[in-house]
């Protein structure tokens, strides 16, 4: 199937403007899923998905951190977030809507999440809960 | 020869700086108080390690004097501009001790009654010893005319010089002896001053501000200091750190003041009895730690030793400007303790005093002195410094066997009535807690809830109005009725009570006030007092008159003149005396 | 690594206020496992912070915790482990805090040793204030402070700490906790001041330095057969930063004394111990023998 196929229903899921958005998104979930799988879910996972994704879903190397969380794998989404906001004129710096980047960041992962689950059969998505750190299998079940 | 006056006189030794005028005129001084004189010595120099002029100025009494006085008797002079300097000073049947190489123009001084006494004391010193020992012969020539035995001055030598070698003890003896032979010979028999030992006199220390302060701390329990070399403040942390290792006394030189301050902070918050001690300029530095302590109610006392201001000003003179300073510095309000001793005796008990008040109230604590006070050599009866008389009051801190006892979660910031919380230190498993300087709940913890913050600002600045209720009235000096009061803090005490004796004496009628706890101001105790007085004069070393807008500030009560010196020299008793004829005459003091 | 105490004793109630994906919950994990796997009880340990997000820290755990101000607390935990040398004593602040503002503080604190561990939460960014640069932003980077770009060098912690003569000098990534753990772990045993520089993004103020820009970059020093005692070799390595980043401890001498090691003063008690027993028992006679200088 098409990659461009994949990244329009997660934009179309998220309402994104752009498919750049989108893209960012996808890459992002992806990368963070690399950090928590083991290499052989990592290559199934692969097989399963537009062969534009394998590269990002490689890790180089060493096992996956067992401390890895929930606030890491959020971690890797928020960066991909496009930052709005402007300069704070009365305390400096800038101010940016961090109030909802976690809201919104789970609210994204999971069109990616179910962009994912449209493509995998129960046993796989069964697999994936149980390697995905706490919370965040959650995120995955309920989207 | 006229009347002969007997241990009542000044002398002055003055040269360049690096020809050892410091070291050589405080055990000169040493000599006079092992003999059972009182003495009083005064120091004065420049920032700089060689050149420029430096002097000394030892006044000798057979009762306790508080201040140098400005008549002086004698001058050794071991350059020709130390005679210039010192002319106006020199009373009439005085005398002016140099080396008979330099060219002193002699009709100046024949004009005031002084006699030039002429001596061959870089001779002596290179014959007997080395050039470096002309200040030793001039030491041993002022004793000779003054007729004063020599063995006070070679006990004096032979502890000083000891560290060097027996051949230099015996040069500077010979020297000495030398110098002394001669004086006495030429001019000892008609010179009017003498100074003869007192039999009888009791066991004196000869000792400054900054060395009994140090010494109060140390037998208060203080057993950390932290500190940044800064004039006058730095032998504060040279003497303890030069007690012996028993005591146990952990001294830090710091990198800079911030991190002194911090240290203090940071050994007090761990439960020791901590100090830091510094001047004007390292105290700015420290305006955001007081913050800290206050925020976080660590007990931390500062020594904050004045001099001449602002910015670099003049770093080995002597002023009080930093009063309103000190009693503000940092951001926000919460409360902190000022005191400022008068003398060296309550700089012993400001050194252990100020540690109970840290304690009790969980707060900083500034121990004000100056210059003046600081770096004064005077003799106090060694019974004065009283180590049994000292009192360790470690307030609500929570003992051991306390905190055994503790059942619910340990709130460090409890709110009570006093507002004083009960205190622990981090190590006792019932007592794990937070301090944050963010405003924060009992616990410790991060909240900028508004009712808690109106209650926290209650509880901290409650601590300011419980304190008061501890603050010492200040205290009279002379008769409690008298035409004019002299108010004052810190060292000006001394020499308005030798100007308040003179005006008693000559017939006049004068007594002193005096304030030593500052902030939190004794506000009814301090109203008071001023309201007793007939006519107030705040005499004060700074521009601005200090203590006179503090006490208007909190009791409304403005003093009735108000006389000021900041030129970095402390106040003469003559000069106090001066100013109030004027204020008399004219309605202004100075 | 085995965990020999609970590491929830050191959780607290405490409303965490980083922002979601934050790197400091890593370091915050890490740290509580680090002194569970330790068996150093809430009690036995003091955290001390300066000012910044990261400088939270100890107001979300359950321990001995002093959040100071901005750029000092090194010289707070200094004197704390002077005046108890009992406490473990840990400090966790930012990179502005320690490399900037407190830039004198951190070299002393390199040459002086004090057994302290140091955590530096470095997102080479000002997070708190929102988004100006800070010490460790590279050159170039845009902010509302450097809208043209910083001009300067970034500071390089690694080798400065090298330079100035710290024992234990270490780097880890937020993105790799388990690792941060060890290191942390191995830091706080460490006889000696230990440094461990984490890199740790801000999801919502540093768009440059992401998760994935650190990813594309680090690399293990223990995979290389690297030997942390080199000091030349660690020269090198200290200054290895666009496109390869090494992790782990770039360099560590053991066996030197610490500073408390070297006070004569700490021998026989502690100045916390000392007031604690003149409190009970004062012997004033014991001081009059310092008049004797004075006579």
Known sequence: MDYAEFLSEVQRDGSFGSREEAEALVVGVLMAMAEVLPTAQLDALASQLPVETMVYLRRTGSQPDPLFDSHLFLGWVVSTLDATGSRDKTVGGLDLTAAYSGEEAIRRMRCVFSALKRRLGPDQQRELVALLPEEVDTWFLNA | MANVVTNDMSIVIGGDAGQGVESSGAGFALSFARAGLHVFGLQDYRSRIRGGHNFYQIRLSEQQRLSHSNPVHLVLALTPETVDLHLDQLAEGGAVVFPDKFEIDPEPLKKRGVRLDALPLTRIAEEHGNRVMTNTAALGAAAGITEFPLTF???????????????????????????????????????????????????????????????????????????????????VIEWLAAVPHEYGMVTKHSEDEIAAACMAIGASFAGARAMTATSGGGFSLMAEAMGLAG???????????????????????????????????????????????????????????????????????????????????????????????????????????????????????????????????????????????DEHDETGHITEENDNRRRMMRKRMGKLGEAEKEMRPPSLYGPEKADFTLVCWGSTYGPCKEAADEINEAGGSANVLQFSDLWPVPEEAAAAALGGCRRTVAVEQNYTSQLARLLRMTTGIQVDATLTKYDGRPFAPEEIVAGLEKEVASGHAA | MVTRLDPKLFDATSEITWCAGCGDFAILKALKLALADLSIEPHQALVVSGIGCGSKLPDYMTINGYMTIHGRPLPVATAAKLANPDLHVIVVNGDGDSYGIGGNHFVQSCRRNPNITQIVENNQIYGLTK?????????????????????????????????????????????????????????????GYALIDVLQPCVTFNRVNTYDWYRKRIYHLEDEAYNPADREVAWEKAHEWEERIPLGVLYRVDGLPTYEDQVPTLADGSPVSRIIELARNPRPQQYESLKDGFL
């Open chain 2, 153 to 235: 001055m070679e006990s004096v030598i032979r502890d000083n010089f000891a560290a060097k070698g027996e051949q230099v003890v015996d040069a500077n003896l010979r020297v000495a002896e030398a110098a002394y032979k001669l004086a006495r010979e030429r001019y000892g028999a008609d010179f009017r001053f003498k100074l003869a030992p007192v039999k009888g006199a009791p066991r004196r220390l000869l000792m400054n501000g900054n060395e009994a302060l140090a010494m109060g701390a140390l037998a208060g329990g203080c057993r950390f200091i932290s500190a940044y070399p800064m004039t006058p403040a730095t032998s």
């Open chain 3, 131 to 191: 988004g100006q640069y800070s010490p460790t932003s590279d050159k170039g980077f845009v902010t509302t402070t450097s809208p043209d770009g910083a001009i300067e060098l970034a500071f390089n912690p690694m080798s400065v700490a090298l330079a100035a003569g710290a024992t234990f000098i270490a780097r880890a990534f937020a993105g790799e906790p388990k690792h941060l753990a060890q290191l942390i772990a191995e830091g706080i045993q460490h006889r």
């Open chain 2, 295 to 437: 925020m976080t109610e660590v007990p931390l006392v500062i020594v904050e030793a004045q001099r001449g201001g602002p910015s670099t000003g003049l770093p080995t003179r002597t002023e009080q400007s930093d009063l309103l300073f000190v009693i503000h510095a940092s951001q926000g309000e919460f409360p902190r303790i000022v005191t400022a001793p008068g003398t060296v005796e309550e700089c012993f008990e400001a050194g252990w005093r100020a540690f109970n008040l840290a304690e009790r109230y969980q707060c900083p604590v500034v121990v004000m002195t100056d210059t003046c006070l600081a770096s004064s050599l005077r003799t106090v009866d060694a019974d004065a410094i009283d180590f049994a008389a000292v009192e360790i009051d470690r307030g609500p801190t929570l003992t051991y066997e306390e905190l055994n006892r503790l059942s619910d979660g340990y709130r460090r910031f409890q709110l009570t009535k006093t507002g004083v919380s009960p205190r622990a230190f981090p190590g006792h498993p019932r007592s794990v807690f937070a301090s944050s300087s």
